[in-house]
Protein backbone atom coordinates (compact mmCIF):
# COMPACT_ATOMS: atom_id res chain seq x y z
CA UNK A 1 0.00 0.00 0.00
CA UNK A 2 1.70 3.29 -1.15
CA UNK A 3 1.54 6.09 1.16
CA UNK A 4 -0.73 8.87 0.78
CA UNK A 5 0.83 12.79 0.89
CA UNK A 6 -0.71 15.12 3.66
CA UNK A 7 -2.79 16.68 0.92
CA UNK A 8 -3.99 13.21 -0.30
CA UNK A 9 -4.56 12.29 3.45
CA UNK A 10 -6.84 15.14 4.15
CA UNK A 11 -8.76 14.35 0.95
CA UNK A 12 -9.46 10.77 2.21
CA UNK A 13 -10.15 11.40 5.66
CA UNK A 14 -12.55 14.05 4.13
CA UNK A 15 -14.13 11.56 2.09
CA UNK A 16 -14.54 8.57 4.34
CA UNK A 17 -15.62 11.12 7.28
CA UNK A 18 -18.63 12.15 4.47
CA UNK A 19 -19.25 8.40 3.77
CA UNK A 20 -19.63 8.00 7.36
CA UNK A 21 -22.28 10.40 7.65
CA UNK A 22 -24.14 9.34 4.42
CA UNK A 23 -24.33 6.25 5.69
CA UNK A 24 -25.96 7.16 9.06
CA UNK A 25 -28.34 9.59 7.35
CA UNK A 26 -29.73 6.70 4.86
CA UNK A 27 -30.07 4.72 7.74
CA UNK A 28 -31.94 7.39 9.35
CA UNK A 29 -34.00 7.82 6.46
CA UNK A 30 -34.71 3.91 6.07
CA UNK A 31 -36.54 4.04 9.54
CA UNK A 32 -38.59 6.69 7.99
CA UNK A 33 -39.88 4.11 5.42
CA UNK A 34 -42.67 2.52 7.64
CA UNK A 35 -44.61 6.11 8.22
CA UNK A 36 -43.91 7.30 4.87
CA UNK A 37 -45.76 4.27 3.41
CA UNK A 38 -48.12 4.09 6.03
CA UNK A 39 -49.61 7.62 5.63
CA UNK A 40 -48.79 7.96 2.11
CA UNK A 41 -46.98 10.69 2.24
CA UNK A 42 -44.99 10.12 -1.35
CA UNK A 43 -48.22 10.54 -2.98
CA UNK A 44 -49.37 13.35 -0.52
CA UNK A 45 -46.39 15.12 -2.37
CA UNK A 46 -46.67 14.65 -5.78
CA UNK A 47 -44.61 11.68 -6.58
CA UNK A 48 -45.35 8.33 -8.70
CA UNK A 49 -43.86 5.96 -5.99
CA UNK A 50 -42.49 5.11 -2.84
CA UNK A 51 -39.71 4.29 -4.78
CA UNK A 52 -39.09 7.59 -6.76
CA UNK A 53 -39.90 9.59 -3.31
CA UNK A 54 -36.81 7.42 -1.27
CA UNK A 55 -34.51 7.86 -5.11
CA UNK A 56 -35.08 11.45 -5.68
CA UNK A 57 -34.71 12.14 -2.52
CA UNK A 58 -32.54 9.79 -0.74
CA UNK A 59 -30.98 8.03 -3.31
CA UNK A 60 -32.13 5.12 -2.35
CA UNK A 61 -32.44 2.62 -4.72
CA UNK A 62 -35.29 -0.22 -4.83
CA UNK A 63 -33.87 -3.12 -2.96
CA UNK A 64 -33.02 -0.76 -0.22
CA UNK A 65 -36.33 0.61 0.13
CA UNK A 66 -37.92 -3.18 0.12
CA UNK A 67 -35.07 -4.46 2.46
CA UNK A 68 -35.81 -1.60 5.02
CA UNK A 69 -39.80 -2.03 4.77
CA UNK A 70 -39.49 -5.63 5.41
CA UNK A 71 -36.98 -6.01 7.71
CA UNK A 72 -38.81 -3.46 10.02
CA UNK A 73 -42.35 -5.19 9.69
CA UNK A 74 -40.59 -8.41 11.24
CA UNK A 75 -39.38 -6.90 13.97
CA UNK A 76 -42.06 -4.21 14.40
CA UNK A 77 -42.55 -6.20 18.14
CA UNK A 78 -39.57 -7.20 19.08
CA UNK A 79 -38.19 -3.77 20.61
CA UNK A 80 -34.71 -5.32 21.08
CA UNK A 81 -34.16 -6.22 17.50
CA UNK A 82 -35.59 -2.82 16.80
CA UNK A 83 -33.03 -0.85 18.56
CA UNK A 84 -30.14 -2.86 16.38
CA UNK A 85 -31.99 -1.71 13.35
CA UNK A 86 -31.82 1.57 14.74
CA UNK A 87 -28.03 1.75 16.15
CA UNK A 88 -26.27 -0.42 13.24
CA UNK A 89 -29.02 -0.35 10.08
CA UNK A 90 -31.31 -2.77 8.60
CA UNK A 91 -28.57 -4.82 6.60
CA UNK A 92 -27.07 -5.75 10.14
CA UNK A 93 -30.87 -7.65 11.04
CA UNK A 94 -31.99 -8.79 7.76
CA UNK A 95 -30.30 -12.08 7.70
CA UNK A 96 -31.91 -12.91 11.12
CA UNK A 97 -34.99 -10.75 11.08
CA UNK A 98 -37.30 -13.84 10.48
CA UNK A 99 -35.84 -16.13 12.88
CA UNK A 100 -36.24 -14.12 16.20
CA UNK A 101 -38.66 -14.65 17.96
CA UNK A 102 -40.02 -12.60 21.63
CA UNK A 103 -38.99 -14.90 23.84
CA UNK A 104 -35.18 -15.06 21.99
CA UNK A 105 -35.20 -11.94 20.27
CA UNK A 106 -32.18 -10.85 23.41
CA UNK A 107 -30.11 -13.43 22.45
CA UNK A 108 -30.05 -12.73 18.51
CA UNK A 109 -29.98 -8.60 18.90
CA UNK A 110 -26.67 -9.73 20.80
CA UNK A 111 -25.64 -11.80 17.84
CA UNK A 112 -26.31 -9.03 15.41
CA UNK A 113 -24.00 -6.41 17.72
CA UNK A 114 -21.46 -8.17 17.95
CA UNK A 115 -20.79 -10.83 15.21
CA UNK A 116 -19.05 -9.64 12.19
CA UNK A 117 -22.11 -9.74 9.50
CA UNK A 118 -20.75 -13.01 7.07
CA UNK A 119 -20.43 -15.23 10.78
CA UNK A 120 -23.82 -13.82 11.34
CA UNK A 121 -25.22 -14.69 7.69
CA UNK A 122 -23.34 -17.77 8.48
CA UNK A 123 -25.21 -18.71 11.42
CA UNK A 124 -28.27 -17.77 10.49
CA UNK A 125 -27.99 -20.24 7.53
CA UNK A 126 -27.29 -22.80 9.46
CA UNK A 127 -29.71 -22.23 12.35
CA UNK A 128 -32.50 -22.64 9.52
CA UNK A 129 -31.07 -25.66 8.12
CA UNK A 130 -30.63 -27.36 11.67
CA UNK A 131 -34.50 -26.41 11.94
CA UNK A 132 -35.31 -27.67 8.44
CA UNK A 133 -33.66 -30.61 8.63
CA UNK A 134 -32.49 -31.51 12.31
CA UNK A 135 -29.30 -31.21 10.82
CA UNK A 136 -29.03 -34.54 9.49
CA UNK A 137 -26.49 -34.35 6.51
CA UNK A 138 -25.93 -37.43 4.68
CA UNK A 139 -23.08 -37.95 2.21
CA UNK A 140 -24.65 -37.18 -1.24
CA UNK A 141 -22.35 -38.20 -3.90
CA UNK A 142 -23.30 -36.92 -7.70
CA UNK A 143 -22.52 -39.41 -10.90
CA UNK A 144 -22.73 -38.89 -14.29
CA UNK A 145 -25.44 -40.61 -15.99
CA UNK A 146 -23.38 -43.64 -17.94
CA UNK A 147 -21.53 -44.34 -14.80
CA UNK A 148 -24.73 -44.87 -12.89
CA UNK A 149 -24.96 -47.53 -15.40
CA UNK A 150 -22.12 -49.05 -15.51
CA UNK A 151 -22.47 -49.39 -11.95
CA UNK A 152 -26.07 -51.15 -12.11
CA UNK A 153 -24.95 -53.61 -14.41
CA UNK A 154 -21.88 -54.69 -12.06
CA UNK A 155 -22.35 -57.86 -9.74
CA UNK A 156 -21.53 -57.56 -6.56
CA UNK A 157 -21.61 -54.40 -6.64
CA UNK A 158 -21.85 -53.50 -2.75
CA UNK A 159 -18.84 -56.04 -2.13
CA UNK A 160 -16.54 -54.04 -4.69
CA UNK A 161 -17.58 -50.71 -3.29
CA UNK A 162 -16.59 -52.22 0.16
CA UNK A 163 -13.20 -53.15 -0.91
CA UNK A 164 -12.83 -49.94 -2.90
CA UNK A 165 -13.47 -47.71 0.35
CA UNK A 166 -11.38 -50.18 2.45
CA UNK A 167 -8.49 -49.17 -0.18
CA UNK A 168 -8.88 -45.42 -0.17
CA UNK A 169 -9.00 -45.35 3.59
CA UNK A 170 -5.53 -48.14 3.95
CA UNK A 171 -4.02 -45.11 1.37
CA UNK A 172 -5.25 -42.24 3.23
CA UNK A 173 -4.10 -43.80 6.19
CA UNK A 174 -0.36 -44.42 4.82
CA UNK A 175 -0.80 -40.88 3.52
CA UNK A 176 -1.31 -39.13 6.57
CA UNK A 177 1.33 -37.61 8.14
CA UNK A 178 2.38 -37.79 11.92
CA UNK A 179 1.11 -35.04 14.43
CA UNK A 180 3.57 -33.02 15.15
CA UNK A 181 4.43 -31.37 18.97
CA UNK A 182 5.65 -27.81 18.60
CA UNK A 183 6.34 -24.23 19.89
CA UNK A 184 5.67 -23.13 16.40
CA UNK A 185 2.25 -21.92 14.77
CA UNK A 186 3.27 -23.08 11.50
CA UNK A 187 1.73 -25.92 9.85
CA UNK A 188 4.13 -28.14 8.43
CA UNK A 189 3.50 -28.62 4.43
CA UNK A 190 2.78 -32.28 4.44
CA UNK A 191 0.23 -31.75 7.13
CA UNK A 192 -1.51 -28.92 5.67
CA UNK A 193 -1.67 -30.90 2.13
CA UNK A 194 -3.31 -33.76 3.49
CA UNK A 195 -5.81 -31.87 5.53
CA UNK A 196 -6.48 -29.11 2.56
CA UNK A 197 -6.65 -32.68 -0.07
CA UNK A 198 -9.34 -34.34 2.02
CA UNK A 199 -12.06 -31.29 1.70
CA UNK A 200 -11.02 -30.66 -1.98
CA UNK A 201 -9.73 -27.46 -0.74
CA UNK A 202 -13.10 -26.22 0.25
CA UNK A 203 -14.92 -25.28 3.59
CA UNK A 204 -15.10 -28.68 5.46
CA UNK A 205 -18.23 -27.15 6.76
CA UNK A 206 -21.62 -29.73 6.48
CA UNK A 207 -22.88 -27.74 2.78
CA UNK A 208 -20.36 -25.16 2.68
CA UNK A 209 -18.78 -25.01 -1.38
CA UNK A 210 -16.24 -21.91 -0.23
CA UNK A 211 -12.33 -22.36 -0.64
CA UNK A 212 -10.99 -22.43 3.06
CA UNK A 213 -9.65 -20.23 4.10
CA UNK A 214 -7.89 -20.85 7.67
CA UNK A 215 -6.95 -24.30 9.10
CA UNK A 216 -8.36 -24.28 12.44
CA UNK A 217 -7.59 -26.58 15.08
CA UNK A 218 -10.44 -28.67 16.81
CA UNK A 219 -8.05 -29.02 20.03
CA UNK A 220 -6.61 -25.42 20.31
CA UNK A 221 -3.34 -25.39 19.23
CA UNK A 222 -2.71 -23.10 22.45
CA UNK A 223 -3.99 -25.73 25.05
CA UNK A 224 -1.48 -28.10 23.16
CA UNK A 225 1.18 -27.22 21.21
CA UNK A 226 0.14 -30.12 18.88
CA UNK A 227 -0.63 -30.10 14.93
CA UNK A 228 -2.98 -32.92 14.46
CA UNK A 229 -3.99 -33.76 11.12
CA UNK A 230 -7.16 -35.84 12.27
CA UNK A 231 -7.92 -32.42 14.66
CA UNK A 232 -7.72 -29.72 11.64
CA UNK A 233 -10.51 -28.39 9.54
CA UNK A 234 -9.96 -26.43 6.40
CA UNK A 235 -12.89 -23.75 7.03
CA UNK A 236 -14.27 -20.43 5.40
CA UNK A 237 -13.66 -17.08 7.02
CA UNK A 238 -17.33 -17.43 8.66
CA UNK A 239 -17.13 -20.66 9.45
CA UNK A 240 -14.18 -20.04 11.63
CA UNK A 241 -15.49 -17.13 13.05
CA UNK A 242 -18.69 -19.48 14.54
CA UNK A 243 -16.43 -21.83 15.77
CA UNK A 244 -14.24 -19.40 17.93
CA UNK A 245 -17.50 -18.00 19.03
CA UNK A 246 -18.41 -21.11 20.86
CA UNK A 247 -21.31 -21.91 18.71
CA UNK A 248 -20.96 -24.95 17.46
CA UNK A 249 -21.51 -28.53 18.87
CA UNK A 250 -19.60 -31.62 18.78
CA UNK A 251 -16.54 -29.70 17.81
CA UNK A 252 -14.59 -32.73 18.41
CA UNK A 253 -16.07 -35.06 15.90
CA UNK A 254 -15.84 -34.91 12.32
CA UNK A 255 -17.22 -31.74 10.84
CA UNK A 256 -20.43 -34.14 9.23
CA UNK A 257 -21.64 -34.30 12.91
CA UNK A 258 -21.11 -30.34 13.42
CA UNK A 259 -24.26 -28.19 14.14
CA UNK A 260 -24.76 -24.78 15.55
CA UNK A 261 -26.18 -23.85 19.16
CA UNK A 262 -27.76 -20.27 20.32
CA UNK A 263 -24.80 -20.38 23.19
CA UNK A 264 -21.40 -21.63 24.32
CA UNK A 265 -20.20 -23.54 26.21
CA UNK A 266 -18.36 -21.51 29.05
CA UNK A 267 -16.98 -24.26 30.92
CA UNK A 268 -15.09 -26.00 27.84
CA UNK A 269 -11.76 -25.75 28.06
CA UNK A 270 -11.81 -23.95 24.32
CA UNK A 271 -13.78 -20.90 25.49
CA UNK A 272 -10.93 -18.75 26.79
CA UNK A 273 -8.76 -19.40 24.08
CA UNK A 274 -11.64 -18.56 22.25
CA UNK A 275 -12.14 -15.06 24.58
CA UNK A 276 -8.63 -14.06 23.84
CA UNK A 277 -8.95 -14.60 20.16
CA UNK A 278 -11.80 -12.38 19.73
CA UNK A 279 -10.21 -9.70 21.91
CA UNK A 280 -7.10 -9.83 19.43
CA UNK A 281 -9.28 -9.75 16.68
CA UNK A 282 -10.79 -6.78 18.12
CA UNK A 283 -14.50 -8.56 18.73
Known amino acids: MNRLSSSESVIHKQFVEY????REWTRKCSLLLPDIAGRRIWKKRGFGSIYEYAAKLAGMSRHSV????WVLRKVEDLPELKRVVEEKGVSRVRPI???????????????????????L?????????????DFCPRAKIELREDLVDRLRKLENL??????????????MREEKPDSLETKSR?????????????SGGCCAFPGCKR??????????WALEKVHDPDRLVPLCKAH???VHLGLIENEQSAPEKWRVRMRPDRNAPEFWVDEHVALFRGG
Open 19 to 22: GRNA
Open 158 to 171: EEKLEKFLDFEEAR
Open 121 to 133: EAFAHEFRKSNRE
Open 97 to 119: ANLATAEDQGLWAEKARTMSKPA
Open 240 to 242: EQL
Open 66 to 69: DSAL
Open 186 to 198: HIPVAIKSFVVKK
Open 211 to 220: PYEILHHTQR
